[in-house]
T-cell receptor
Framework: DTAVSQTPKYLVTQMGNDKSIKCEQNLGHDTMYWYKQDSKKFLKIMFSYNNKELIINETVPNRFSPKSPDKAHLNLHINSLELGDSAVYFC?????????????????FGAGTRLSVL | QQQVKQSPQSLIVQKGGISIINCAYENTAFDYFPWYQQFPGKGPALLIAIRPDVSEKKEGRFTISFNKSAKQFSLHIMDSQPGDSATYFCAALTTSGTYKYIFGTGTRLKVLA
C-alpha cells in the first residue's frame, strides 16, 4: 500500500500544452504539499494545503494551480507548459503543520512525476 | 535568513569510511531538524531528526550532531556502505508561530565498494 501516490510517473508533452498531476495520500494526514526538484536536485516548495485550505503559495507562476478536492488529494494543474517547467514534481503529506509534536511535521513524499516539456 | 546552507555538494567515500555532511542556518526560530535520504527515482524519505535541546542523536550508523550556539548541525554516517549512496537533504522547520520548512541544497553521496 503506497502511502503517497502520484500519477503519472512520467509525463512528456509539448510546449504550450496543459497537463495535470494527481496526488493521493492514504495516511490520514491533514497537510499536503507540492515540491519542484530541478536537475541540480534543489527541492523547492510550491504549495501547501492544510485541511483543503491553501497555506503556502510560494512565488510560482500563476500557470500552476493546485486543487484539493478533499484532504486526501492534492492535484497540480499546469497551463501553457514551458521548457523551464521540466523537472521532477513531488507531492508530500504530513500529519500537520507547525505542530508541537515534532513527528507530526515529518513529510512523506511520493515517488515523483518526471515532467519533460519538449 | 530563511536559507539552510548545506555542504559539500557531493561526497565520495570509501566503503567503511565516515561520511560527514554539514548544514548551517540563521533563523533561530527553527526548532526541528530532520535529515532526508533520497535514492535515484524515489522521493526523499526521513532518515533521522533532532531537536535543538539535544546535542547528539544516534540511530544505528547514522548520527546527528547539533551545535545550537553555532547554528550548525551535521550528519555522520559511520561504516559507510555502497547502499548508502544517495542524495541527502538537511531541513529545518518551525513547530510554532509562522510555519517554515526549509530544505538544504542536497549532498550527493557515493560510497565506493
Amino acid at each position: 500500500d503506497t502511502a503517497v501516490s502520484q500519477t503519472p510517473k512520467y509525463l512528456v508533452t509539448q510546449m504550450g500544452n496543459d497537463k495535470s498531476i494527481k496526488c493521493e495520500q492514504n495516511l490520514g494526514h491533514d497537510t499536503m504539499y507540492w515540491y519542484k526538484q530541478d536537475s541540480k536536485k534543489f527541492l523547492k516548495i510550491m504549495f501547501s494545503y492544510n485541511n483543503k485550505e491553501l497555506i503556502i503559495n510560494e512565488t510560482v507562476p500563476n500557470r500552476f494551480s493546485p486543487k484539493s478536492p478533499d484532504k486526501a488529494h492534492l492535484n497540480l494543474h499546469i497551463n501553457s507548459l514551458e521548457l523551464g517547467d521540466s523537472a521532477v514534481y513531488f507531492c508530500a503529506s504530513s500529519q500537520g503543520m507547525g505542530e508541537a509534536s515534532s513527528y507530526k511535521n515529518i513529510q512523506y513524499f511520493g515517488a515523483g512525476t518526471r515532467l519533460s516539456v519538449l | 535568513q530563511q536559507q539552510v546552507k548545506q555542504s559539500p555538494q557531493s561526497l565520495i567515500v570509501q566503503k567503511g569510511g565516515i561520511s560527514i555532511i554539514n548544514c548551517a542556518y540563521e533563523n533561530t526560530a527553527f526548532d526541528y531538524f530532520p535529515w532526508y535520504q533520497q535514492f535515484p527515482g524515489k522521493g526523499p524519505a526521513l532518515l533521522i531528526a533532532i531537536r535543538p535541546d539535544v546535542s547528539e542523536k544516534k540511530e544505528g550508523r547514522f548520527t546527528i550532531s547539533f551545535n545550537k550556539s553555532a547554528k550548525q548541525f551535521s550528519l555522520h554516517i559511520m561504516d559507510s556502505q555502497p547502499g548508502d549512496s544517495a542524495t541527502y537533504f538537511c531541513a529545518a522547520l518551525t513547530t510554532s508561530g509562522t510555519y517554515k520548512y526549509i530544505f538544504g541544497t542536497g549532498t550527493r553521496l557515493k560510497v565506493l565498494a
